[in-house]
C-alpha cells in the first residue's frame, strides 16, 4: 500500500504551517514530512519532541544525533539512517563516528559509545536497565537527566522510525548517497 505525500496544499488544515515551515527550513519537504502530515496531531507531537531533544536537550547536538542514529539502527529505519547521516556530515561530524553509527559498531570516543551502548540496551531491554548498566553510565559523566532526555530522542525517533518503515518511505533525491541497509 503507498501512502500518501502531502503537499502544502493538500494537506489537511492543521499540517500545511508545519510543512511550510520545514520547507522554509530545509528548502525542500522531505518525504517523511509529506506523509506524517497526514496526522496533524502526531505531525505537531514529532516536530516538537524531535526539536526539543535536539535543540533544547542538556546532551547537545553531537550526542543527540548519536542516540536518533543509534535508535534508527536499531529500529532498522533505513530512511532515517539516511536522513541523519545527511545531518550529522552537515554538521561536521567526524566520518568514523557516522560510520561506526551506520555499521553498528564501537565508537572509539569512550564517552560517545558509552552513549551509543547505553542508548542500545536502553532500547532492547525496554528500560529494564540493571544497576551496573546505569552505574557505569553515571560514572561516565551521565545524569539522570541524560536518561531521562535519551528516552525522550528514543520516543521521538520511533514515531518517524516506525512511520517511514511501514510506509516504507523512500530516501528523498539529496540523501541518495546515503541510503543504507542493516
Known sequence: MKFIKHTTETAPEKSKELLKKVLNKFGFIPNQDKILAISPSIYQAYNQSFDLFLGKSSLGLLEGQIVIMTASYENNSPYCMAVHTWGMEMTKVPKDVIESLRNGNPIADSRLEMLRDFTKKLMMNK??????????????????????????????????????????????EIMEKYKWEK
Do not use: P
Not at 163 to 169: E, G, H, L, S, Y
Open 127 to 172: 528500560g529494564h536497565l540493571d544497576e551496573k548498566i546505569l552505574s557505569a553510565f553515571f560514572d561516565t559523566g551521565f545524569t539522570q537527566e541524560n536518561v531521562i532526555e535519551i528516552i525522550g530522542g528514543i520516543s521521538a525517533k520511533t514515531i518517524s522510525n516506525y512511520v517511514n518503515v511501514i510506509a516504507k518511505t523512500e530516501v528523498d
